[in-house]
């Protein structure tokens, strides 16, 4: 009988490990702390707890944790890789398997650090112009990926995403984090980057940053004193069910997958999604990142490890109601 893809996908996975411990973006590259705390989760997301043929996923998940670990700087902040100290975005990245490993002995007091260093952060922001040419509202402090400038979607997700998984979902920058999300949704549906529009004209919706809001926001409806966002995650799956079935990037239908799987959107098709992709990645070199975002949109632990929503009512082929 034929392997299953995330048999094939984790086997990749694993072949692909750096020797100098963690990942890095491709095969023979340094190893980064995105690729390594991905891989991470991904090998976790995947173990059978009831599999002693499994302790090798769960070995290297924690070596990957230690990994990280070793990158920590002094502030706090988790560099990019041994030799890029800056900038610190990847902290988050780092937050998630710390969380997901558990055993936090072997790390010791790194993730109270991170998580320090992280809700110190925020965003370059503006004060308001009716002469600006974008329509977001640039006052609220997100995360940026390099310290001291503008907020985007990506960093602040995975920041609230890090937040909740350590149990700071209450805390006032999650709460700066939720605002922006909400800001920068588009009109149409989805979200991109972080801009709504340009001269009047709203922009397109890109289906990685689409997948990472709706993570960052799933759960969290009916929470007292929290705006409700069904409608926004409404528009968004609609736009994921409509552009996904034309997407084979690991990267993008892995997160979208992800999103759509929080928010309990998910239909049959996104299995026929994330074969495609992991078709069109098996015949490139091997992206530890993209293999580990579809095992986990793949897996029935990904959402929540990655700190969204954990799916416990069967999944339905709807959008959130």
């Given at each position: 009988m034929a392997e299953a893809w995330p048999e094939l996908a984790r086997r990749r996975l694993l072949e692909a490990r750096d020797p100098r411990g963690g990942w890095?973006?491709?095969?023979?590259?340094?190893?980064?702390?995105?690729?390594?705390?991905?891989?991470?989760?991904?090998?976790?997301?995947?173990?059978?707890?009831?599999?002693?043929?499994?302790?090798?996923?769960?070995?290297?998940?924690?070596?990957?944790?230690?990994?990280?670990?070793?990158?920590?700087?002094?502030?706090?902040?988790?560099?990019?890789?041994?030799?890029?100290?800056?900038?610190?975005?990847?902290?988050?990245?780092?937050?998630?398997?710390?969380?997901?490993?558990?055993?936090?002995?072997?790390?010791?007091?790194?993730?109270?650090?991170?998580?320090?260093?992280?809700?110190?952060?925020?965003?370059?922001?503006?004060?308001?112009?009716?002469?600006?040419?974008?329509?977001?509202?640039?006052t609220i402090p997100g995360w940026g990926f390099v310290a001291e400038t503008h907020s985007w979607v990506e960093p602040t997700a995975l920041a609230l995403l890090a937040l909740r998984r350590h149990g700071l979902a209450g805390h006032a920058r999650a709460a700066d984090a939720l605002r922006l999300l909400r800001d920068r949704a588009l009109p149409t549906g989805g979200w991109n980057y972080g801009n709504v529009s340009v001269f009047g004209t709203t922009l397109r919706a890109a289906p990685g940053h689409t997948g990472q809001a709706l993570l960052a926001l799933s759960g969290l409806e009916g929470r007292e004193g929290l705006e409700p966002d069904g409608e926004r995650a409404r528009g968004a799956v609609v736009f994921l069910q409509r552009a996904l079935p034309e997407v084979r990037t690991g990267v993008s239908v892995g997160w979208g997958v992800l999103g759509l799987r929080a928010w309990n959107a998910s239909s049959a098709s996104a299995a026929a999604w994330l074969s495609a992709a992991w078709e069109r990645a098996s015949r490139r070199p091997v992206a530890p990142a993209s293999l580990a975002l579809l095992l986990l949109a793949g897996a029935p632990r990904g959402v929540e490890l990655l700190g969204g929503r954990s799916p416990r009512a069967p999944e339905a082929s709807h959008g959130p109601g």
């Open positions: 890095g973006y491709r095969v023979g590259a340094e190893p980064s702390s995105e690729p390594t705390a991905l891989a991470g989760l991904a090998l976790l997301a995947t173990a059978d707890p009831a599999r002693a043929e499994d302790d090798e996923l769960r070995a290297a998940a924690r070596a990957a944790a230690s990994w990280l670990g070793a990158r920590q700087r002094p502030d706090g902040a988790v560099s990019l890789s041994a030799s890029l100290v800056e900038p610190g975005w990847a902290t988050a990245h780092a937050l998630l398997l710390w969380a997901a490993v558990g055993d936090v002995g072997q790390v010791g007091d790194a993730p109270k650090r991170a998580l320090a260093w992280l809700v110190a952060q925020r965003g370059k922001t503006y004060p308001r112009d009716t002469e600006n040419p974008l329509a977001h509202d640039a």
